[in-house]
């Protein structure tokens, strides 16, 4: 009866104290269902403390980024249309308008990506990958087709038939409107 | 002399009587809902603990949310973003439920922990399946959205479905 009185009176008194302190020199942590925290699961500081910078970031990307979205859109109408009012021979007066609002408003929306905060670390996986690759072929597309376009209205106003790039400024522009337009479907009709 | 072992044989062993349990392995899987589209993102990346005392255990999994793999880095990043998970990055589930009741089956209340605001879900059932000294558990449930506080992302001006079923399952090993 004294040895089990005494073992009780040992494990009631002697455990918070000695317990806690046999443990930390065994590396065994203690867990109560109190004490059960993330900090117990081993996670590193990133993933477990605040970045205010970050989440500022992150806010202010998806912003520029809806503008980018805004701007392609309406740059995708005004390249379809710049597309549909550009004629053979004879240069419709609302073609340079259009085509100047299509390169005035893609412009716009490059710089809302361009100046974009960066994602996180990691690489881009998905539909953007491919939103991103598309760019290698209409930002040069936007740069040439209207280059050759002024080509292709000079040889037009001195009656000379149409060569080098200014002869490619329809293939050129057209090639330019359908990656912009499928660049900007792949991100349109995602959230 | 046996008084003294048998009293250092309780000393030494009395602090690892309270059983715990480590998560082996995880799969947590999420479910966005659009009018014309679904989202499933998944994750293998959470990690968890259990303690059993008194009776009662007290199970905690978290996972970053950037962890979290829906297919595309653009969504993803948006997810974060609306979660402030730079803010709060862990989204964490508190699960206490009687030890006896990890027998079989059960239903417990769920607390999850996103965007830095609590909920706690009510009776929300548990699959255990015992093999050895692991044990496996699943669930699936559901989360409003507007109840953490988030901002449904939008596509063409209609936002996402505000409720978000998660499917869980997790293998176990008692320590």
Same mark, same amino acid.
């Given at each position: ?191 | ?12 062993? =009395? ?33 968890? @603990? ?39 990055? =862990?989204? @964490? ?49 559901? *989360? ?13 001006? *209609?936002? *996402? ?13 008692? @320590?």
């Amino acid at each position: 009866m004294r040895v089990v009185l005494t073992s009780i009176f040992i494990v009631l008194f002697s455990q918070p104290v000695m317990a806690q302190s046999n443990l930390d020199r065994f590396k065994i942590p203690l867990f109560t269902a109190e004490s059960l925290d993330v900090n117990d699961l081993g996670f590193g500081k990133e993933d477990t403390q605040s970045n205010f910078k970050l989440q500022k970031d992150l806010e202010e990307r998806t912003r520029m980024l809806q503008n980018h979205q805004l701007w392609g859109l309406v740059s995708v109408a005004a390249m379809g249309a710049a597309l549909l009012s550009g004629g053979e021979g004879n240069l419709p007066p609302e073609h340079p308008f259009l085509a100047g609002l299509a390169l005035g408003t893609y412009s716009v929306s490059a710089y809302y990506a361009l100046a974009a905060p960066d994602r996180p670390e990691g690489a881009s996986y998905g539909q953007l990958n491919l939103h991103r690759w598309l760019a290698w072929i209409h930002l040069p597309g936007m740069i040439l087709t209207p280059v050759a376009g002024y080509l292709a209205a000079k040889q037009y106003e001195k009656n000379e038939p149409l060569t080098g790039l200014a002869a490619q400024h329809k293939n050129i522009a057209g090639i330019t409107a359908i990656t912009l337009a499928i660049s900007a479907a792949l991100v349109t009709f995602e959230f | 002399m046996k008084f003294l072992m048998f009293s250092l044989f309780l000393f030494l062993c =009395l602090p690892v009587w309270s059983s715990q349990y480590a998560l082996e392995k995880s799969h947590i899987n999420y479910t966005v809902k659009y009018t014309f589209k679904t989202v499933h993102a998944k994750t293998e990346k959470a990690r968890g @603990k259990g303690v059993c005392e008194k009776g009662s255990c007290q199970f905690l999994v978290a996972v970053p949310v950037k962890e979290f793999n829906s297919g595309d880095s653009s969504r993803d990043v948006r997810t974060l973003e609306v979660t402030k998970a730079a803010l709060h990055p =862990l989204v @964490k589930f508190n699960v206490t439920v009687p030890e006896g009741n990890l027998k079989s089956d059960f239903k417990s209340d769920v607390e999850v922990e996103l965007a830095g605001v609590k909920q706690t879900l009510k009776d929300i059932p548990f699959t255990v399946k015992k093999d050895g000294n692991q044990f496996s558990v699943s669930s699936k449930f559901a *989360i409003q959205l507007t109840k953490f506080k988030i901002e449904r992302p939008k596509l063409l001006t *209609i936002p *996402i479905d505000d409720e978000v079923p998660i499917d869980f399952t997790s293998t176990w090993s008692v @320590k």
